[in-house]
């Protein structure tokens, strides 16, 4: 539904060669299922969970983007500016 959402999952599936991300929609019953409820209610945010944490908005395209490796790990410094 989101464009800018859309995009950032199809630039994500380009970029990762290890396969690592899968994707779902926050409405979706898997999401409803496996991420706490407070996730779930703002679709208007992306959301990555990872074995120990889950992330969203701005903090979760920089943890992405970290797990990327590469050039893409120069997005670690987002975390110096306040969310």
Known sequence: VCGLCNGFVDFVMSKDKRNEFLFSPLQS????????????????????QFPDKTYSKSSAVIAV??????????????RLFPL
């Open 29 to 48: 019953e898997h999401a409803k299922q496996n991420l706490p409820q407070e996730f779930t209610t703002d679709l208007k945010s992306i959301v990555v």
């Open 65 to 78: 983007l970290q797990h990327l490796g590469g050039p893409w790990k120069m997005a670690k410094l987002g």
